[in-house]
């Protein structure tokens, strides 16, 4: 049975916490209430508390901040045309032209990203490796997949690691097509634009400051059939037990304001998160315990997802974009490569452009009834495509610069004595929340100066408040919070010495 827990206690410890956390160094917006005296009807503002205080996005240095607009609409262009005139990319497409085919896409690929990296004097290593993959269906003969990567190795916590995708194939409708026109310009050249770009804005970063984490920058092979080329790609990453903490895929981030419902949403960017409907893709205790206690939104992929958003909330006067976050792993019926990730155990992510133009994607170029199709380069918006690479490189380089993810945070589902007879007193059945977390952290990360505790209630997409840790709470491995569990979700993110936040961590029951 659960020890009887005094109330007594839970105010002490909260109020410290609210002297030590109400402290105007947080810019806390004040909570405004309608003329009618309710406070947003559609999402009311439950539960009320007064712990933490509500959450004001991370901000970002000025150094991550001024490489932002370095995204530049002429080079995404050139990348993107470069890419197209090889006519087609299908993962069966010649290999033995320079001019035309997935080799001769490839092999450009990887001497553009050496090239870009030259400034980096050897801190980012381009590779491109292969494997044989068999012919299956969708793919007509047996082929070389290959990926064209860039890694850069943290030089604090080299094993945490945060991976860019993107792929480089293209397709036209029969997917078997391996030589006819498939210009893939928005699928998925943009992506690789990204990449490249990413390569070159970061070289000359990370020639004189390489990042806390590592970083992989991929264009990947082999999408259009069976994401083979991220698969192989996850699969090395896991049997080497690389701590993979995020794959950051773009897939068709081309297109805002060309497509055929201009104008609209050309700054926003959609983040699709997985949550407990790829049962086996995540660890199968997790789930249970995540669906089990109504916290199946609180995945590692949808963390990702809040983390990205949340960063980019505090820099979107640089980025110029929104994120809108889409609690679903990926569009109904449909994949990407952020899929391999989640099966290797990795969280994953899927940038997506806000309305996909569906006449300009995986279509045979030509003219039908007057309709343009095919994925053709005039459809692609360099200006978006830039700027959702801004949101990438804000956001990887971010988590790559914060300390990471912490890892065992657990709550106490105890909800004390329910009354058994009339004199047992009404307050034994608690509606406090006792959190507990590794007292020894910092001996374990370098990077880390204290924790903080999100929270928000269940039915909210964002955190709503946070609550920094003080050394001494640190200390404690503990806290008692008068919020109900029954009403909100905690999550717990770590704090660098500079500033800098972690994606959190979900809370699991302690026992
Ligand atoms: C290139 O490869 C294709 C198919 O693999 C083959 O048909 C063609 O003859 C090759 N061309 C040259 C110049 O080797
Ligand atoms: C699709 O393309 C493959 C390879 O060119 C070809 O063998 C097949 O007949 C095509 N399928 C259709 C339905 O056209
Ligand atoms: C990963 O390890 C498994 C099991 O040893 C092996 O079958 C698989 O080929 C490996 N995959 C890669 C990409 O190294
Ligand atoms: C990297 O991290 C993983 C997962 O946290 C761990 O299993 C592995 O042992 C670590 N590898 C190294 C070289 O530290
Ligand atoms: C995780 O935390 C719980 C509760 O604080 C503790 O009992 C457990 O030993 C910890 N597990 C690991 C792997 O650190
Ligand atoms: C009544 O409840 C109190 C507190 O739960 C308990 O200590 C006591 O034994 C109970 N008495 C009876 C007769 O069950
Ligand atoms: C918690 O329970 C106590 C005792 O029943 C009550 O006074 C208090 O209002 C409750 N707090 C919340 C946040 O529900
Ligand atoms: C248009 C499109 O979606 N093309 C491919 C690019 O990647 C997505 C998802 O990764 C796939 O659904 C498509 O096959």
Redesign the pocket.
């Known amino acids: 049975m659960p020890s009887l827990r005094s109330i007594f206690n839970v105010l002490i410890v909260v109020g410290i916490s609210t002297a030590l956390h109400s402290s105007d160094s947080f810019n806390a917006p004040p909570v405004t209430f309608g003329s009618n005296g309710f406070a947003n009807w559609g999402a009311a503002d439950f539960p009320p508390s007064d712990v933490g205080v509500p959450l004001v996005p991370q901000s970002t240095d000025a150094l991550t901040l001024s490489l932002l607009p370095k995204f530049d609409p002429n080079r995404i262009q050139s990348y993107i045309q470069t890419l197209v005139n090889f006519h087609t990319r299908h993962t069966a497409s010649i290999t033995n032209s320079t001019t035309v085919g997935i080799g001769a896409a490839r092999n450009w690929i990887q001497k553009e990203m050496e090239e870009l990296a030259k400034p980096a004097n050897g801190a980012i290593k381009v590779s491109m490796p292969c494997y044989f993959q068999v012919a299956q269906p969708g793919l007509p003969r047996s082929v070389d997949i290959c990926n064209v990567q860039a890694e850069i190795k943290g030089h604090v916590d080299p094993n945490r690691t945060y991976v860019y995708t993107g792929h480089y194939d293209s397709r036209r409708i029969n997917i078997s097509d391996f030589t006819n026109y498939a210009p893939g310009a928005d699928d998925n050249a943009s992506a690789v634009a990204i990449a490249l770009e990413l390569v070159r804005i970061l070289a000359p970063v990370v020639a004189k400051t390489p990042p806390a984490a590592s970083i992989i920058i991929a264009a990947v092979a082999g999408e259009e059939q069976d994401l083979y080329g991220s698969n192989f790609l996850a699969q090395t990453l896991k049997n080497a037990s690389v701590n993979v903490q995020g794959n950051f895929n773009n897939d068709i981030v081309g297109s805002g304001s060309n497509a055929p419902f201009s104008p609209l949403n050309q700054h926003t960017i959609r983040i699709f998160s997985g949550g407990t409907e790829f049962l086996p893709l995540l660890d199968p205790d997790l789930v249970d315990e995540l669906l089990s206690t109504g916290y199946q939104d609180d995945t590692p992929s949808r963390h990702l997802g809040r983390f990205i958003q949340e960063v980019n909330a505090g820099a979107a006067h640089v980025t110029d974009m929104q994120v809108s976050l889409i609690y679903k792993a990926d569009r109904n019926g449909r994949g990407g490569d952020h899929m391999s990730f989640l099966s290797a155990g990795f969280p994953g992510i899927r940038f997506t452009e806000p309305q996909e133009d569906f006449f300009h994607q995986h279509q045979d170029p030509r003219v039908q009834d007057g309709i343009q199709y095919g994925d053709e380069i005039e459809f692609v918006d360099f200006d978006y495509t830039a700027r959702s690479g801004r949101v990438n490189l804000l956001s990887i380089w971010s988590a790559a610069n914060a300390p990471g993810t912490p890892t065992n945070f657990t709550y106490d589902t105890d909800i004390g ?1 329910l009354a ?2 009339e ?2 007193p009404a307050d034994w059945l608690e509606n406090i929340s006792t959190l507990y977390w590794d007292k020894d952290a910092k001996s374990k990360d370098p990077l880390l100066d204290h924790f903080e505790i999100v929270w928000r209630p269940l039915a909210s997409q964002q955190w709503t408040h946070m609550m920094p840790l003080a050394q001494t709470e640190m200390a404690a491995g503990t806290v008692r919070l008068p919020i109900s569990k029954d009403n909100a979700v905690f999550g717990l993110r770590s704090v660098g010495k500079d500033g800098k936040k972690s994606p959190a961590m979900y809370a699991i029951s302690s026992d």
Request: charged letters at 0%.
């Open positions: 004595f058994t007879n004199s047992t």
